[in-house]
């Protein structure tokens, strides 16, 4: 595993847990930091975490579980808009993400 920020070998490592509403299925994520990365204090590691909760690692994956998310529950995608309101989710993938419940949901009622 490298590290996040320098891509160095990852030395400590972080595992993230996700909780998907439509998936019984409880999947791990893991993010590498090498000791240079490495926040020295236990406030530091919070920070960490919470940058990575926020997506400033790992944009890609957190978009494509999101779009899997809205294939399996479009609805709720279109009823409460607010449910893509992430941060760090940018307006053009929103619009994408919406025009994919819209595709889903026209797809179901054919």
Not at 2 to 23: D, M, P, S, T, Y
Not at 97 to 109: C, F, N, P, T, W
Request: net charge negative; aromatic share 10%; charged share 40%.
């Amino acid at each position: 595993m490298n590290c996040e920020k320098c891509g160095r070998g990852a030395v400590e490592v972080i595992r993230e847990r996700r909780f998907l509403l439509f998936n019984e299925e409880d999947p791990v994520y893991e993010y590498g930091f090498c000791s240079k990365h490495w926040p020295d204090s236990d406030e530091g590691v919070r920070e960490l975490m919470r940058d990575i909760c926020s997506g400033e690692f790992d944009h890609e994956c957190r978009y494509e579980m999101l779009r899997e998310s809205v294939e399996q529950r479009p609805a709720i995608y279109l009823e409460t808009p607010v449910s893509l309101d992430y941060e760090w989710l940018s307006d053009d993938e929103r619009e994408d993400l919406q025009e994919l419940a819209r595709e889903v949901l026209a797809g179901d009622s054919e």
